[in-house]
Each structure stands twice: as C-alpha cells, then as structure tokens.
C-alpha cells in the first residue's frame, strides 16, 4: 500500500513538472525551470517523510536526519544559484548534483 501511495505521488509530481509548461506559469517558473523542478521534489520528499513518520516506518531521529539532508541540498541549490555570473540560474552540472543528492536522499526516505 506504501509503495503504491509513493508510485502515485511520484507520477502525480511528475505530472504536474511535463505540465506545467501546458499551464499558465508565473515568469519566475518560466525562467528558472531547473531550479522550479528541485524545489517541487524537495517538497515532495518533505510530505514523503512526514507520511513515512506518520505511519512509523521512521523514527523521529531518522525524519530529522533525513530533513537535514533536504536542506542542505536547498541551502547547496541556492548558493549555486547565487555564484557569480550565474544570475539565478543552475548550469547543467550543478542540477546534475544536485538531482544526484536528491536521489540518494529519496532512497533513503523509502528504506
């Protein structure tokens, strides 16, 4: 039943992300896709850990740990967005790194 509710998120999400450029977008979204894409995973790991901490397939300690991650990767993409010469947006290597992070994570949160 789990798994099935974190499949169904997940295509939900990525639902929503091939969408979106179909849907009216506000120009912040428009011109920062990439970091558009990481924030909306980010959000959806966060309810991820709260449903996994609901239903105690974590612990407290865990869902903090895992929290900690997921900010550091925010903290990571809005330090790369900052860099100089980068004008608010990611290159290609740094989504690259960063999806890699949030894919580590989200094993984390299923395990």
Known sequence: ???????????GTAMTLTAAPAMALNKWQRHHPARTEINARLANQNRRI???????????????????????????????ARADGNHGHLNGAQVKSLNQELNANSGAIGK
């Open 50 to 80: 709260t449903q996994e901490r609901r239903e105690g397939d974590i612990t407290g300690a865990q869902a903090h740990a895992l929290r900690a991650d997921d900010r550091s990767i925010r903290a990571q993409e809005r330090a790369n």
């Open 1 to 11: 039943m789990l798994k099935t509710l974190t499949t169904l998120a997940l295509v």
